[in-house]
T-cell receptor
Framework: GENVEQHPSTLSVQEGDSAVIKCTYS??????FPWYKQELGKRPQLIID?????GEKKDQRIAVTLNKTAKHFSLHITETQPEDSAVYFC???????????????FGKGTKLSVIP | GAGVSQSPSNKVTEKGKDVELRCDPI?????LYWYRQSLGQGLEFLIY????????KSGLPSDRFSAERTGGSVSTLTIQRTQQEDSAVYLC?????FGQGNKITQYFGPGTRLLVL
């Protein structure tokens, strides 16, 4: 079926190192890929997104790359800081309930721990 | 502008009682979504609305769960005869549209923390 797979489920890095989270999706027609950050006890919040007509997008220490051919996209966080510790969710619009109907579908999340 | 709001923020109830959770989406957002999140887990999709219509209710965990949306705005999620396994955070989200492209970006409310004793 249609799904979004996210890896790894947990990730621990030393402060200052980089973190990479990868997601794959199943629908080649998907054209929009947001990433959400959920801090403990808080709501998921959009941190960056990318459309299918670009391969990479950066915003300060975070970047997202997209490989449409392989149907995968990744979140890159450089110079990690303790405040980056959170659960990160990727998402992609997948076909839902019939042709032409799409719904943003979320990965299962990655718990990132940045060790000071 | 105002974001998605949910009420109550916390709800403690006794097993067997009914509860009603409310979601106020961002004004003008036609699509509304309900998720359930157990402690340390991911987002379990429950149901979505396009306008006032919920085309697919198969994500609801059991027939004790129901949801409605009126006037294309406020939505309520009702859980009847609550069970302890219903304890979780219930998140609501809304998006400008339903489908493809960045107009489907979902904006989440703060959630309702439900505890069934």
């Amino acid at each position: 079926g249609e799904n979004v797979e996210q890896h790894p489920s947990t990730l621990s890095v030393q402060e200052g190192d980089s973190a990479v989270i990868k997601c794959t999706y199943s629908d080649s027609a998907s054209n929009y890929f947001p990433w959400y950050k959920q801090e403990l006890g808080k709501r998921p919040q959009l941190i960056i997104d990318i459309r299918s007509n670009v391969g990479e997008k950066k915003d300060q220490r975070i970047a997202v790359t997209l490989n449409k051919t392989a149907k995968h996209f990744s979140l890159h966080i450089t110079e990690t800081q303790p405040e980056d510790s959170a659960v990160y969710f990727c998402a992609a619009p997948l076909s839902y309930s019939g042709a032409g109907s799409y719904q943003l579908t979320f990965g299962k999340g990655t718990k990132l721990s940045v060790i000071p | 502008g105002a974001g998605v709001s949910q009420s109550p923020s916390n709800k403690v109830t006794e097993k067997g009682k009914d509860v009603e959770l409310r979601c106020d989406p961002i004004s003008g957002h036609t699509a509304l979504y309900w998720y359930r999140q157990s402690l340390g887990q991911g987002l379990e999709f429950l149901i979505y609305f396009q306008g006032n219509s919920a085309p697919d209710k198969s994500g609801l965990p059991s027939d004790r769960f129901s949801a409605e949306r009126t006037g294309g705005s406020v939505s309520t999620l009702t859980i009847q005869r609550t069970q302890q396994e219903d304890s979780a955070v219930y998140l609501c989200a809304s998006s400008l549209e339903f489908g493809q492209g960045n107009k489907i970006t979902q904006y989440f409310g703060p959630g309702t923390r439900l505890l069934v004793l």
